[in-house]
C-alpha cells in the first residue's frame, strides 16, 4: 500500500504518550490528504492538539462543543456545498463518549440526514479527557473511577454499546469498524469511506495507555492484541453488505488481552470466563 | 410592495431578501411558520440555500455555527424551549464571533409548560454575547433581520444577532408590511465576505481552540468591546437603511417623551397597545410617553437617560421575571440611572394586557405607595 510521507497533524502536541487518538488522526488524514475540514467534539484530542495560540492541524479545523460535532459538520459540509467546494472532505473525529453518549442524537440525525461526512469516532472506551470514567463504549468487566472494582462490583457491568451496528441501522452507505494497529486496513477503511457519496461512519478502536493501564510503549501491541483474541472485530458494511476484513491466523485466549490491562486486573475467573464465552459466541457467528 | 402578512411570515421574508446561503431550522411553537416558509422558499426556487432539517435546536445552532465558520451567512429560528435547549451553543456562536441572524418567537418557559408569549426566554440569554432586538409589529421584524445582518457582519462588530418578536401576538396576526425590493436589499446588505478566521482548505486556520488563563479574559473583553463599538454600527446602519427604505429606527424608540412627567418603558408588541393609550391620555391632559426599548443587547442606556432623565417619574414593564429582584429590565435600568421608577411585572405565559391595564400603570407610577414593590398586573385574586 502507498502511505503518503507527508503529515497533517504535526508533533509537538499535547497528547500522552504512546496516545492512539492522535495515530489514528495521522493516519486518516495522510488518506484524506490537504483538501479536508476536521471537526472535532470537545475531548483529549481537541484539548491536546489545540492549546491556543498553538494548533497541530495543517487543515482547517473546528470544535464548538462536546455532544455536536455531527450538527457543526453538517452545517460545514453544506457551506462547502453552497460555495462549490464540494471536492473537500469534511471529517469528525470524536471520542467514544461523545460519540455514544452525549453526542449519539447529534450523529443520528447527520446519519440519516445523509450529509457528506466522515464520521470517525476514535473508541478508548471511556471519559479519558476527564479522568477515565465509564462510557457507553466501556466494555464488560473494565475498572473506571465511575464504574469502580471493589467488594460488591467487578467493574462495569454491563457490555459494550454497539454503535457501528446502530449506524448500520441508519442505513448508511459505508460502515467500519477498524483499529489503529492494523494501520494498512483503516486507511483503505477512510479512502473508500472518502470516495463514497453521503455519510460514512468508522469506529476506530485505540488503546490508551493512560485509561487502560500499560506500558506507553505497547499500545500498537494491545490493538493488536484486541484483534488477535476476537475482542474487536475488524468489519465494513458496503451498502448493507457486511465482510469481516481481517481474520487473525489463530485466535488467542482473551486473557492475554486482560491481563496486560490494570483496568481488567482485579477480575476473577468467572468474569474472565463469561467474556471469553461472549467472544467466543460472537466470532462463532462471523466464523473468526 | 405591500403585503398583508404575520411576523413570521415577515421574518421569512426578511430572511429571503438576506439571501443565507445556509439555514439549519427546527420546528417549535410559535416559531414554526418561519421554518414552513423557509422550507417553501427553498423548494420553489425563491431562495437559493441549503436548508437543512436539523433533529433538535441544539443541532439547529451548532449547524449554524458550523455553516458560519466555514464562511457563509446563515440563518436560523427558535423558540422558548428551543431557545433555552440552544443556550450552551449561544455562549459559542458569540464567543467565536460567527455572525449568525436568528429570529425568535418570545415564548414562555416551562413549567408549567406553555405555548404562549412572555420574553422569558431570550431575556435569559441576555448574557451570551447575541444582540438582541425586539421588533414591536411585523415591519419591524422583517427590517431587524436585514439590518442584523448588516451589523453582526460589521467587522468591529462580529457577534451574533437575535431579532425577537412576541409569540403569537405578532407571530400569527397579519398586518400590512412594506416588502423591500431585492435590488435594494442587494445594494444595502451585499453578499457576505467573511473577513475573519473561516475553515479554508487553501488558508487552514482552527476555530474554536482550547484556552488557558492566559488568554481567556482577553477573548471575552474583546467581546465587550465589539458590543460597546456595535451601538455605533447599529445607530450607523440604521441611518443608511432609512436613507435607502425611508423607515426610521433607533436603539430606543421616544413617543411623546419630550414633555412627558410619566414615562413607560417597554419592548416588543406591547409598545402598540402603550401608544394607543398614551394618545387617548393626551387628550386628556396628561403628559404621559413611551420610551421603546429596541436594542436590549447592547443596552441602550445613554439613550434611555437622555429620555427618561426629565420625567417625573418612569414604569418599567417587564415580561420576565428574575425571582426574588424583579423584572429584569427594571433591575438594569435601576442600576444604570438614577431615575424615580416603578417596575411591573405583567404578560407571563400569553396573560392578557388591556389598555386599561396600562392606565392603571400610569396611575400607579403617579402616585406610588411602595416604591421597592415588584408590582404584578393582572394577577387574579386568591380564591
Not at chain 1, 470544535?63 to 471529517?91: I, M, P, T, Y
Not at chain 1, 476527564?130 to 465511575?146: D, E, K, M, N
Not at chain 2, 443596552?299 to 415580561?319: G, H, M, S, T, W
Request: aromatic share 8%; charged share 25%; glycine share 8%.
Amino acid at each position: 500500500m502507498d502511505i503518503p510521507e507527508e503529515e497533517f497533524l504535526a508533533p509537538g502536541h499535547r497528547a500522552c504518550a504512546g496516545c492512539g487518538a492522535t495515530i489514528g488522526v495521522r493516519l486518516a488524514l495522510k488518506m484524506l490528504g490537504k483538501n479536508t475540514v476536521a471537526v472535532s467534539a470537545t475531548g483529549c484530542l481537541e484539548v491536546v492538539t489545540t492549546p491556543y495560540p498553538e494548533t497541530a492541524w495543517k487543515i482547517p479545523w473546528i470544535h464548538v462543543a462536546f455532544e455536536n460535532s455531527a450538527a457543526v459538520a453538517s452545517g460545514v459540509e453544506r457551506a462547502l456545498r453552497s460555495q462549490g467546494k464540494d471536492d473537500v472532505n469534511v471529517v469528525v473525529f470524536a471520542g467514544d463518549g461523545g460519540t455514544a453518549d452525549i453526542g449519539l442524537q447529534s450523529l443520528s440525525g447527520a446519519m440519516e440526514r445523509g450529509h457528506n461526512l466522515i464520521y470517525i469516532c476514535y473508541d478508548n472506551e471511556a471519559y479519558m479527557n476527564t479522568g477515565v470514567q465509564r462510557s457507553g463504549a466501556t466494555p464488560y468487566g473494565a475498572s473506571t473511577t465511575t464504574s469502580p472494582h471493589g467488594k460488591e462490583s467487578f467493574g462495569e457491568d454491563k457490555p459494550k454499546k454497539n454503535i457501528p451496528m446502530i449506524m448500520a441501522a441508519h442505513g448508511v452507505p459505508y460502515v467500519a469498524t477498524a483499529s489503529i494497529s492494523y494501520p494498512e486496513d483503516f486507511m483503505k477503511k477512510v479512502k473508500k469511506a472518502s470516495e463514497i457519496e453521503g455519510p460514512a461512519y468508522i469506529h476506530l478502536h485505540q488503546p490508551c495507555a493512560t485509561g487502560w493501564g500499560y506500558d506507553p510503549s505497547k499500545t500498537i501491541e494491545l490493538g493488536r492484541l484486541a484483534v488477535e483474541t476476537g475482542s474487536w472485530i475488524l468489519y465494513e458494511i458496503e451498502d448493507g453488505e457486511f465482510k469481516v476484513t481481517y481474520r487473525p491466523m489463530e485466535r488467542k485466549p482473551v486473557n492475554i488481552y486482560l491481563e496486560s490491562q490494570k483496568r481488567f486486573k482485579h477480575l476473577a475467573d468467572e468474569e474472565k470466563e463469561r467474556i471469553q464465552s461472549y467472544v467466543d459466541q460472537v466470532c462463532a457467528e462471523l466464523k473468526i | 410592495m405591500l403585503k398583508v402578512i404575520s411576523a413570521n411570515r415577515a421574518i421569512a421574508e426578511g430572511v429571503k431578501l438576506s439571501r443565507p446561503q445556509v439555514v439549519p431550522v427546527y420546528p417549535i411553537t410559535p416559531q414554526t411558520s418561519i421554518s414552513e416558509y423557509l422550507a417553501q422558499f427553498v423548494a420553489d426556487g425563491d431562495l437559493n440555500a441549503e436548508y437543512i432539517r436539523v433533529e433538535s435546536e441544539h443541532s439547529a445552532i451548532s449547524a449554524a455555527v458550523g455553516a458560519s465558520g466555514a464562511g457563509v451567512r446563515t440563518f436560523t429560528a427558535t423558540s422558548s424551549q428551543g431557545l433555552a435547549l440552544m443556550h450552551e451553543i449561544l455562549f459559542v456562536a458569540a464567543g467565536m464571533r460567527t455572525p449568525i441572524v436568528m429570529g425568535n418567537a418570545n415564548r414562555a418557559l416551562s413549567a408549567p409548560l406553555s405555548i404562549w408569549n412572555d420574553q422569558q426566554d431570550s431575556i435569559s440569554q441576555r448574557d451570551t454575547g447575541w444582540m438582541q432586538f425586539f421588533a414591536e409589529n411585523a415591519q419591524e421584524a422583517l427590517d431587524f433581520v436585514i439590518n442584523a445582518y448588516k451589523i453582526s457582519e460589521n467587522k468591529e462588530v462580529l457577534l451574533p444577532s437575535m431579532v425577537c418578536i412576541d409569540g403569537f401576538i405578532l407571530t400569527h396576526t397579519v398586518e400590512p408590511v412594506d416588502i423591500p425590493s431585492q435590488d435594494d436589499v442587494d445594494k444595502f446588505l451585499p453578499a457576505y465576505q467573511p473577513t475573519h478566521a473561516y475553515l479554508d482548505p487553501e488558508e487552514p486556520m482552527s476555530l474554536g481552540t482550547f484556552t488557558d488563563p492566559d488568554y481567556y479574559m482577553e477573548a471575552r473583553y474583546a467581546m465587550e468591546v465589539a458590543m460597546q463599538k456595535s451601538k455605533k454600527v447599529i445607530k450607523d446602519t440604521y441611518q443608511e437603511f432609512e436613507e435607502v427604505f425611508g423607515r426610521q429606527y433607533g436603539m430606543i424608540e421616544n413617543y411623546q417623551c419630550d414633555d412627558a412627567e410619566i414615562i413607560l418603558v417597554a419592548m416588543g408588541s406591547i409598545c402598540g397597545t402603550i401608544k394607543a393609550v398614551v394618545d387617548i391620555l393626551r387628550k386628556k391632559g396628561e403628559k404621559v410617553g413611551l420610551l421603546k426599548v429596541i436594542a436590549y443587547r447592547p443596552f441602550p442606556q445613554e439613550e434611555i437617560y437622555d429620555v427618561v432623565k426629565n420625567a417625573q417619574r418612569i414604569a418599567v414593564l417587564d415580561k420576565n421575571i428574575s425571582f426574588g429582584i424583579g423584572g429584569v429590565l427594571f433591575n438594569e435600568i435601576k442600576a444604570k440611572m438614577e431615575v424615580d421608577a416603578s417596575g411591573f411585572i405583567l404578560g407571563l405565559g400569553g396573560r392578557d394586557v388591556s389598555p386599561d391595564d396600562i392606565v392603571n400603570i400610569v396611575k400607579q407610577t403617579r402616585n406610588p405607595t411602595d416604591t421597592d414593590k415588584i408590582n404584578w398586573i393582572g394577577l387574579k385574586e386568591e380564591e
